[in-house]
């Protein structure tokens, strides 16, 4: 999960940037690297594994400078190794940077490059970008233009920070899209640069938040930040309380927000070093510990969890099922132990659990060892209960989430979980290298995907107003968005204290249609996938009777705003990773309107985010 350290001021930078990037260590990475301008040079010290390996070097081959910039990585594009690790320098050695990020296109860009003879020293997507900026720095731009150039090239979602030894005064930095969050801290006669305010909170408390679309030029007493157009913009410095908790929270009012938010880097993070883009298109999940004859002894898997947990490991058993032919139950934890459930040595069982503690999950979890089950969990928090007692394991890599109302690890494990389902399917033989390509290749799509839906904050907030007053609420779905239907409504139940149900929407005419009228708002999740049709008629029976309809719709529908009163668009997304982006808005929704009724968001009543009781 990539941390970004930078400093320009008069102090010894590589201190500076080894102390930042410790206090990032919570992210997760699997490499290190920090570069400073040393004599007019580039000096560069990384090495893969944990930070006190980088600290090793430093000790044994000291850097001396007063700018430079770090990275801890974890791997999208090449394995952990010295050469994969950040930071890259160009072919000329005259500028150096770090990113967080995919670039999406950048098997095109590197073919572009290599066929003007640029010979590339890693097999990162990132160093595409250091090698297009040095290409316009050569053809007689300056840094800030050069990189402005180069931004024009790049697919995608990116924090991207890089100085040169043309303009050894200043650090540039840009964001792209949702992920890759950049801070600028303020010193006295000295200047931070950071992926998040703990990296750098010891030594000022005046930060600078660029957002989506901008960038910006560091020097030792100043900053400008600019649109990617070269606008200048007048940005506001925050001062942010020294309370931890304050400034974890960064611009954001609540974690929950700042979590649904963070999202793009999440799933980023949990694709990364998992993923073979462009290498065989495979899933690599080595802390699973699963072998070839193995998954093609599994007859059945038993997905257990509670709560949000739950609801993704519904859409797993769609995903599971549909990809990997393999029969999928989802069990409620709480259910699942007591009812002396049918489990052998050939069947498989998933726990879901953000904390890893979640007593009913340990319960089942112990459940199914008895009857010698094989135990597998997807977990948030690396080294827990349901981690160790598991055979194997997938890492969520969503990252601390403080909010009790889960958002970024709901998105998270539906990643995890499509992963798991084109791995079981690799390896029982039941797709094909094309089918596996075009499965593996969608995962590219899904951060710029959150991060488009992310951009559409004032719309959901807007229909937020007409609902602040409700008193209930019913929520629909069907085939893989039907759990998204059960995951909003839990949301909106959860903050704002509004009565919220959900029902597969086939369901509606048995029963639930009874309670429709005007004062009974229905949301429904209409992509354009396979039950798009279908949904169409629950929306048509709705309106017959009265009801208010907010519509979870894709980009581009003619049909639905002929007939919906409210639409919350998302981008188009393959259909099997739908759920991440429909989820999105529906998020915002509960979240908005929980706080324009006062309540509050990320401690509500009653909850609590690990429960650790039955």
């Not at 860009?109 to 590339?120: C, K, P, W």
């Not at 649109?227 to 009012?253: F, M, N, Q, R």
């Not at 998204?484 to 249609?513: D, N, Q, R, W």
Request: glycine content about 8%; charged content about 25%.
């Amino acid at each position: 999960m990539c941390g970004i350290v930078g400093y320009i001021g008069a102090r010894d930078a590589s201190e500076i940037i080894l102390e930042g990037l410790r206090r990032l260590e919570y992210r997760g990475y699997d490499s290190a690297g920090l570069a400073v301008i040393q004599d007019g040079s580039v000096e560069i010290r990384r090495d893969a594994g944990k930070l006190s390996r980088l600290a090793s070097l430093l000790e044994s081959d000291p850097v001396y400078g007063h700018v430079g910039i770090g990275h801890t990585r974890w791997a999208t594009h090449g394995e952990p190794s010295a050469r994969n690790a950040h930071p890259h320098i160009s072919a000329t050695g005259n500028v150096v940077i770090v990113h967080n990020g995919i670039v999406e296109n950048f098997l095109s860009l590197r073919d572009e490059l290599a066929s003007e003879g640029i010979e590339f020293r890693s097999d990162t997507d990132t160093e595409v970008i250091v090698q297009f900026v040095d290409r316009y720095l050569e053809s007689g731009h300056d840094l800030i233009e050069a990189t402005r150039l180069t931004l024009d090239h790049l697919e995608g979602a990116h924090g991207i920070v890089l100085l040169s030894t043309r303009e050894p005064d200043k650090i540039v930095a840009a964001r792209l899209g949702n992920a890759g969050g950049v801070v600028i801290g303020k010193g006295q006669d000295e200047m931070f640069i950071a992926s998040d305010i703990p990296a750098i909170l010891e030594h000022t408390r005046d930060m600078i938040f660029l957002e989506p679309s901008q960038m910006a030029v560091v020097t030792q007493n100043d900053f400008q930040v600019f649109t990617l157009e070269g606008e200048p913009i007048s940005a506001e410095i925050h001062t942010v309380a020294w309370d931890p908790v304050s400034a974890e929270k960064g611009e954001y009012k609540h974690f929950m927000l700042k979590e649904i938010f963070e999202q793009v880097r999440s799933v980023t993070n949990t694709i990364g070093g998992r993923v073979e883009f462009d290498n065989g298109s495979n899933i690599i999940l080595p802390q699973l510990n699963l072998a070839p004859d193995f998954a093609q002894r599994i007859k059945r898997l038993i997905i257990t969890a509670c709560g949000t947990a739950a609801h993704a490991g519904m859409v797993g058993k769609i995903l599971i099922e549909h990809i990997a032919r393999i029969p999928v139950e989802v069990d409620i934890a709480s259910e699942f132990r007591y009812r002396d459930p049918l489990v052998d040595e050939d069947t498989v069982v998933l726990a879901i659990s953000q904390s890893g503690e979640t007593a009913d999950t340990l319960g089942a979890m112990a459940e199914a060892k008895a009857k010698g089950a094989t135990l597998w969990s997807i977990v948030n928090a690396i080294g827990s209960q349901a981690m160790r007692m598991a055979d194997g394991s997938i890492g969520m890599q969503a990252g601390p989430e403080i909010g009790v109302a889960s958002t970024k690890a709901y998105t998270a494990p539906l990643i995890d979980l499509y992963m798991l389902a084109v791995l079981l399917a690799d390896q029982r033989g039941v797709i094909d290298e094309k089918r596996k390509r075009e499965l593996v290749h969608a995962l590219r799509l899904i951060p710029d995907l959150i991060g488009k839906c992310l951009d559409r904050v004032e719309q959901v907030e807007r229909i937020a107003w007409h609902f602040k007053d409700i008193s209930h609420c019913l929520y629909l779905g069907r085939g893989i968005n039907m759990p998204t239907a059960y995951e909003g409504a839990l949301k909106l139940k959860e903050i704002s204290y509004i009565h919220a149900e959900a029902y597969p929407a086939g369901e509606m005419k048995h029963g639930p249609i009874a309670l429709i009228d005007e004062d009974m708002p229905v949301v429904v999740i209409v992509p354009k996938d396979p039950w798009y049709e279908k949904m169409l008629s629950q929306i048509e029976q709705t309106k017959a009777r009265g009801g208010i309809v907010v519509a979870v719709a894709t980009d581009g529908d003619e049909i639905l705003p002929n007939i919906a009163d409210h639409i919350l668009w998302v981008p188009e997304t393959p259909w099997l990773l739908s759920p991440v982006t429909t989820i999105i808005p529906l998020q915002l929704l509960a979240y908005y309107i929980a706080v324009l009724r006062g309540a509050d968001v990320d401690q509500p009543r009653n909850l609590a985010k690990s429960v650790t009781v039955e």
